[in-house]
Each structure stands twice: as C-alpha cells, then as structure tokens.
C-alpha cells in the first residue's frame, strides 16, 4: 500500500514499482489482456482466409527477407526449429514456399515465397496493417510515440534478463 509520509515529495516516475505493486502488475495484464485480444482477432481473421497466425508470421519474414534460412527463421518467430519445419512442409504442400539448397553451407536450405505464397502474403499483411490501424485508431499519435518507446525499453530489460544464466 502506498504511504503519503514515506512517498511524499517523491517523483513517482523515478523509482521502479517493487515486485508484485499494483503499480507493475497493472501494466502486465493490460499487455496481456491486449495481447491475446490481438492475437485472438488476427487469428480468427487469418483463419478465415485459411492461415494460421504461425503461418502468417513465416510468411511475413520470406516476404521481408528472402532466401533466410530456417533457424534464422524460427529465432524470428520466436518458434522451436521443429515446429517452424512442420509449418514449412505444410506450406510447401501449399505450394505456398520453396527450399533452395544454401551454396554457403550444403545442410541449410534458403526459403523463397512462390507466386501463391506472395499472394497470399499481401492478403495477411493487409489484414494485420488493418488490425494495427484500428489499434492505432483509439489513442493519439504521441500515445503511440511513447508505448513504442516504453515497449522498447521494456523488452531490453527483458532480453537482458533471459540472457542472464538461470
């Protein structure tokens, strides 16, 4: 519980909130609760067009960078090398992706989208920028300015920390 002697003249924006405040568990679950809100909705959305989120986000990263290879591209969706593998061959059987021998290095494989998967593609993308949007809609843009910034700071302390040894 806050105490107005001890807090008094105190800049609240100074200090960190102490581990299990209100103060920080308030923040956590609206991120959670948004979170899953988000995901919630893309996935209903994506499954409608008949992608899982999963897919998209592979999908997304071939578009963006072409010919990546697969543990880069688990690393990036934060995915096990293994599951990333299974969503690839579903894709593949889509006809939606192809692997090309890496010549650097003869047991990777470099990923390419096929003309479908970038059809494909540009329709998850253009469901995910509207879902954005309408996020974005609902605060100003200096609203936005300052979670990007906080979200920023955010997850480099948590990067630091997952870095440490347990």
Same mark, same amino acid.
């Given at each position: 519980?806050?105490?107005?002697?001890?807090?008094?003249?105190?800049?609240?924006?100074?200090?960190?909130? %102490?581990?299990? /405040?209100?103060?920080?568990?308030?923040?956590?679950?609206?991120?959670?609760?948004?979170?899953?809100?988000?995901?919630?909705?893309?996935?209903?959305?994506?499954?409608?067009?008949?992608?899982?989120?999963?897919?998209?986000?592979?999908?997304?990263?071939?578009?963006?960078?072409?010919?990546? +290879?697969?543990?880069?591209? %688990?690393?990036?969706?934060?995915?096990?090398?293994?599951?990333?593998?299974?969503?690839?061959?579903?894709?593949?059987?889509?006809?939606?992706?192809?692997?090309?021998?890496?010549?650097? /290095?003869?047991?990777?494989?470099?990923?390419?989208?096929?003309? +479908?998967?970038?059809?494909?593609?540009?329709?998850?993308?253009?469901?995910?920028?509207?879902?954005?949007?309408?996020?974005?809609?609902?605060?100003?843009?200096?609203?936005?300015?300052?979670?990007?910034? %906080?979200?920023?700071?955010?997850?480099?302390?948590?990067?630091?920390?997952?870095?440490?040894?347990?």
């Amino acid at each position: 519980m806050p105490n107005a002697k001890r807090d008094a003249g105190k800049d609240p924006s100074s200090s960190s909130p %102490a581990p299990g /405040d209100d103060a920080a568990m308030r923040p956590w679950l609206s991120i959670a609760r948004t979170f899953y809100l988000c995901d919630a909705l893309l996935a209903r959305r994506f499954g409608a067009l008949g992608v899982r989120t999963a897919e998209h986000e592979i999908l997304v990263n071939l578009r963006r960078d072409p010919g990546i +290879a697969q543990q880069t591209l %688990a690393r990036r969706c934060f995915n096990a090398k293994s599951h990333i593998s299974a969503l690839l061959t579903a894709l593949e059987t889509r006809a939606w992706v192809r692997r090309e021998p890496d010549p650097a /290095d003869a047991r990777a494989k470099k990923l390419f989208l096929t003309p +479908a998967g970038e059809r494909m593609v540009a329709r998850t993308a253009a469901v995910q920028a509207e879902v954005a949007a309408a996020m974005a809609e609902t605060v100003s843009p200096k609203a936005l300015a300052d979670v990007t910034v %906080a979200m920023g700071k955010i997850g480099e302390r948590l990067q630091r920390l997952l870095d440490q040894p347990d």
